[in-house]
């Protein structure tokens, strides 16, 4: 007689429930990632922040994650003690980083309030708001890197052979719209109660994070329960070793996955920090209008990255996504940095935008569910933490070489705004280097095609099988 054994995994409100409480998290995580991104203006104002600290600010989120390669200890640490212990250290690791970041833009902070004139002794180029806000948000960065690894385990875990590039999708377009809430909500709360109201917020809303993160823990608990007792003894759990990891490092299908990922998002993420100030200059427009404007990219990644999630589990072509996504943003770069002052309107930058918004859909939502058909599942939490650990290189340097290039091909600008004079930066130079980061990873996605029809990885083919 055919036995059925039931899971937690098996019960579609259990793993959906799941799901929600790992995206709730990811939701508080990205809007605090870009809680300063739409406040550029006002920090060179009330901090003194010009675009290249603001620019090594967004990108220390990664440092601990690149120089201490956090990320790769993370991703065995993940692999070792599982999804609900490593999430929740994650998410501790958030609210920490978060509450240094914090203290280090107060006002007591840079009224003199303990350790400013430390912070103030060294390096006095670099004000020691900055360096704070840099200590916890490379903090942060190890948190919410450790908790997006995490998440795409976890997901596997209750998705796999189900509707996982949905439920991938689904759980990126809650984080989207976290990116699109906090575009909103932060330039309000800085108008409303300054700087520190919108990241004090946004510390808070990392607490509830780590609540739900802490609820989840008991449905991991109950899942693994269930799994241990249906596994036989002929069947015993694949035991992680850290030497597995040398597949991965020797896969060249790994590694072009892995490069177009940083390139890609290099692209994208970095851009985030830079856009608010880039259509402020180009439209003339306040913060406010700016961030609003801005908001409309999220928002087309939150609505389509689900159902082309859902697309790629009933139809594949995740490899072709990965391709027309690479293009797009090219397309999109270009139309910021060459289209001529008196025809870029706001209508132009609208539809740049939401071709943004689609290339930002297309290559997560084939990106991520596509690891699992590249690598085992002993190390699938090791294999995103290469990607992620290789991306994060991108993604702190990327901000840095931003703000240099805006810095040197204005020369004297950011002098005549702390002067108090009213004039914007010039962003060719820095949109160009996006595009330039967008034709990398279409030749990427290119060779990814050819290697992944010569090997037979099925990167083409659905999730779910008939
Ligand atoms: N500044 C955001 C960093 C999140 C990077 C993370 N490693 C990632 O790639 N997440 C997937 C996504 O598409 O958001």
């Keep these: 007689m055919e036995k059925i054994h039931n899971t937690l995994r098996d019960s579609p409100v259990a793993r959906w429930t799941a799901l929600i409480l790992l ?55 993940l692999d ?39 912070f103030n002794s060294f390096w006095t180029g670099f004000p020691a708001s900055a360096k704070v806000a840099c200590m916890g948000f490379a903090i942060f960065g190890c948190g919410v890197e450790m908790a997006g690894i995490t998440v795409s385990k976890g997901i596997v875990k ?8 949905l439920a991938m999708g689904l759980e990126m377009a809650i984080a989207r719209l976290g990116v699109f809430s906090v575009f909103r909500l932060s330039p309000y709360l800085a108008e409303q109660g300054g700087i520190t109201l919108s990241v004090g917020v946004g510390t808070l809303l990392l607490l509830i994070g780590l609540l739900s993160f802490s609820v989840y823990f008991f449905f991991d608990k109950k899942l693994d329960s269930q799994t241990d007792s249906l596994r036989t003894a002929s069947d015993p759990e694949e035991e992680f070793k850290v030497s597995d990891l ?12 892995a490069g177009l990922c940083v390139l890609f998002y290099s692209a994208i993420f970095p851009f985030q920090k830079f856009a608010t100030g880039m259509l402020e200059s180009r439209l003339g427009m306040t913060t406010v209008e700016a961030g609003n404007l801005f908001s409309y990219f999220p928002i087309g990644a939150m609505i389509l990255t689900p159902f082309l999630g859902w697309f790629i589990d009933h139809k594949g072509k995740a490899a ?53 058909k590249l690598v085992d599942n002993k190390v699938l939490g090791s294999a995103y933490s290469i990607i992620f650990w290789i991306q994060n290189i991108g993604l702190m340097l990327t901000p840095i070489l931003i703000g240099w290039s805006l810095k040197v091909s204005n020369p004297g600008v950011a002098e005549r705004i702390l002067a108090g004079e009213d004039i914007k930066y010039n962003y060719t130079v820095p949109m160009l280097i996006f595009a330039a980061f967008g034709v990398a990873a279409l030749a990427l996605a290119f060779y990814l095609k050819v290697l992944d029809k010569k090997k037979g990885y099925g990167l083409e083919s659905p999730n779910i099988r008939k």
């Design 246 to 257: 040398k597949a991965i490092f020797t896969s060249k299908t790994f590694m072009v996955v």
């Design 158 to 165: 209750w998705f796999a052979g189900k509707e996982l590039a």
């Design 23 to 77: 995206a709730l998290t990811m939701f508080f995580a990205y809007m605090f990632i870009d809680v300063l991104a739409p406040l550029s203006t006002q920090l060179e104002t009330s901090l003194k922040w010009s675009p290249d600290t603001f620019g090594a600010v967004a990108g220390s989120e990664y440092f601990l994650n690149v120089f201490v390669a956090f990320l790769i200890f993370a991703g065995i640490i």
């Design 320 to 372: 072709t996504m990965l391709f027309a996504g690479s293009l797009l943003v090219i397309i999109c770069h270009l139309i910021f940095a060459i289209t001529p002052v008196e025809n870029f309107t706001f209508a132009v930058a609208l539809g740049a935008i939401i071709l943004l918004g689609i290339s930002f859909s297309l290559v997560p939502a084939a990106l991520w569910p596509s690891v699992p």
């Design 80 to 118: 070792r003690i599982g999804v609900r212990r490593s999430a929740i250290l994650s998410g501790i690791l958030m609210v920490i980083g978060a509450s240094i970041k914090l203290y280090g833009i107060s006002d007591h902070f840079n009224a003199g309030g303990f350790g400013y004139d430390f």
